[in-house]
Each structure stands twice: as C-alpha cells, then as structure tokens.
C-alpha cells in the first residue's frame, strides 16, 4: 500500500506550529489534537522539524522552565519525510531503523502533503495481511 492510500483515508489535515510557540503551547496543542507529534513550521507547508511529546518529556526533565522555552529549542530539526508514492513496507523499515514514529508526506519541492505514524503504518499492515488470510481460507475452502 502506498502513503498516499493512507493519507486519503485519514486525511490530509497535519497540526502544525511555529518555531517560536513555547512548549506549553505544543503540549496544549498535542492535547487538544490528540497526536503524538507535531510539525514545526514557519507557513505551515515548509517543515523546520518536528516536535513530539517525547522531546516535552526530555525538556521538561530538566524543569518545568522548560515549558517557556521555545519549540524550536526542543524539535527535531533533521526530519525523516516520504514521498506520497512510497510504500508502507519502505516506511516500516525507515521507521524502525531511525527510531522515528512520524514521518511527513511531502511533495517533491518539499511541501508539506500529511502525516503518517507508527499507528497508521500497523493498521495498514494489519489490514493487508487480513486480505491475505481471507484471500487463503478462500482458496483452501474451494479445492
């Protein structure tokens, strides 16, 4: 299955936020979109990186201060994204490799198309492999 099958199932809408928006308002916005990451954006097409609740938890170990730092002194500025034509097999692998549970859907000038996560990918993956097996039973059952 490609990302681009995914993304118009779920939609294309990503959270985004700017650089300069402290940490609190990322965790009320992760909160309020119930996400695990956001996209960091000037425009909102263009990505500067990506800020997840695990970067919160790492900033906020330090202080609570943390909380009024700016999310772009927490983000993940070297961010993993995929062309809307790639498969969910090559996603897995980069997810699992990288350690990354987003990656961005962009267009080829960079443009920000949607998200994918981790979750996305299982319930993909988990509905071809029930094809399969029904696809199997069916064979079994007409020889």
């Known amino acids: 299955m490609q990302l ?4 118009a199932a779920k939609g294309g809408f990503v959270a985004t936020i700017q650089p300069d928006a402290t940490v609190s308002d990322l965790v009320d916005m992760l909160s309020e979109h119930g996400v695990g990451a956001i996209v960091v954006s000037v425009d909102g097409r263009t990505i500067a990186g990506i800020a997840s609740e695990r970067d919160v938890v790492r900033a906020i170990a330090h202080g609570v201060a943390a909380l009024q730092q700016p999310v772009s002194s927490i983000m993940t500025a070297h961010v993993f994204c995929a062309p809307p034509d790639a498969h969910v097999d090559e996603l897995m692998h980069v997810m699992t490799d990288k350690h990354v549970r987003h990656i961005p859907v962009t267009d080829p000038d960079g443009a920000l198309l ?15 492999l029930e094809g399969e097996r029904s696809a199997l039973l069916d ?3 007409q020889s």
Do not use: A, M, N, Q
Request: no cysteine; charged share 20%.
């Open 4 to 7: 681009s099958t995914i993304i």
């Open 114 to 128: 949607g998200i994918v996560s981790i979750g996305d990918v299982v319930k993909s993956r988990l509905g071809e």
């Open 139 to 141: 064979y079994i059952t």
